[in-house]
């Protein structure tokens, strides 16, 4: 069972949350996402448990839970859809005429 975990320091490590879940089971991934440009993490990450019964103990007692600092958010992943928004080519928004001339671009 996958397991969404977010709310987390900038100092939380894989390690940190492998030994944070391995109490309620066995953990066969950790994954803590990262920005693709700064290689910063970005506050959330994933585990994957491979008992079902083992993954929802930990959701139950670590939701709420403080690991170095923050209070984690933990739960059961979603499943990712290919919609992200984006707005291109395809993507079924609507297009909008002209090429956004000066002062169009907010950064």
């Not at 007692?61 to 992943?77: Q, S």
């Amino acid at each position: 069972m996958k397991i969404f975990v977010g709310n987390l320091s900038r100092d939380v490590t894989e390690d940190d949350l492998r030994h944070a879940f391995e109490p309620f089971g066995e953990v066969t991934s950790v994954n803590v996402i990262k920005d693709r440009f700064s290689g910063e993490p970005r506050g959330f990450g994933f585990i994957e448990m491979s008992a079902k019964a083992a993954a929802e103990s930990a959701i139950a007692e670590l939701n709420g839970k403080d690991l170095k600092g923050r209070r984690l958010t933990v739960n059961e992943a979603r499943p990712r859809t290919d919609d992200r928004g984006g707005g291109g080519p395809g993507s079924g928004a609507p297009r909008r005429p002209g090429g956004g001339g000066p002062g169009r671009r907010r950064f």
